[in-house]
């Protein structure tokens, strides 16, 4: 990974999103830095996916806006918004479960850069396919699965089938990531190896990180700053140790929950 200098900002304000009746997501306002990452927690059903959605224009936010460094995404489709440097991942994985771990990998970029073209796919020209070749490598190695390169994606165990949606996510020219419980199903040293490669991620390339999480042990250890979700609304917001003792915050999420 090359270093970059700095990053850009997520700047997400006043944000609602309604269904029907249900308001997922109330009057929320969330920053988070380039070069950081920046944990969103909250029980099942507060509405973190949902703002997510918003951020990336899955859905339709009923008010609010999201402006990711100098360009306002507001009203933009999510194609857009990835064009403009903004990518996230799925709660669930979303592999290409016959293609191999190289294969797979090299699809984020791939889609980024033939996204500008009016056909699409159908043409590259070769200095997009070494550029293309060249991220792809490069995230492997980021996150240790360059052994793994010629193996089929669905033969592979769910903490090296993470890594590999994480490698595709940072092979793509983003500038700013949201992930959602990207860790989920791994073990705690699967988890511990995980976080580690985040950190690295964003302190050598100066990018950003949004993360949605349930393990607040590798909250713990990776976010510099925490927002928490309830009911739709942000109730807290802090340093990640000022969140973790925040008796709002226990009281809210955290319950007796030990996080050393
Ligand atoms: N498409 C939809 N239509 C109607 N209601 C929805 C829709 N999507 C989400 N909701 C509702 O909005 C609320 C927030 O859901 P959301 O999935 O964003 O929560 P979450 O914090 O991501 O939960 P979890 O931690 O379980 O993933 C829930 O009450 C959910 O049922």
Known sequence: MSRQTSGVDLD???VTVRFGGITAVNDATLYAKGGQITGLIGPN???????????TGWNQPQTGTVRLGNQ?????????????????TFQR??????????ENVRTGPAAFYSSFRPLGLLYSNRKETRQIRQRADQAMEHCSITHLRDKIVGDLSTGQRRLVELARAIATPFKFLLLDEPSS????????????????????TGNGILIVEHDMALVSEICQQIYVLDFGKIIYQGTTKEALSSD????AYLGEVSVA
Do not use: I
Not at 96 to 101: C, D, I, N, Y
Not at 185 to 204: K, S
């Open 185 to 204: 199903g791994l073990d705690v040293q699967e988890t511990h190896a995980f976080g580690a490669v985040l950190t690295n991620w964003v302190r050598e």
């Open 93 to 102: 994985m979303e592999l290409f479960e016959s293609l191999t771990v190289r």
């Open 45 to 55: 059903g507060a509405g973190k996916t949902t703002f997510f959605n918003a951020c």
């Open 248 to 251: 709002l915050v226990k009281a």
């Open 12 to 14: 997400v304000k006043n």
């Open 72 to 88: 306002d995404l507001h009203g933009h489709r999510s194609s857009h918004r990835a064009h403009h440097g903004l990518g996230r």
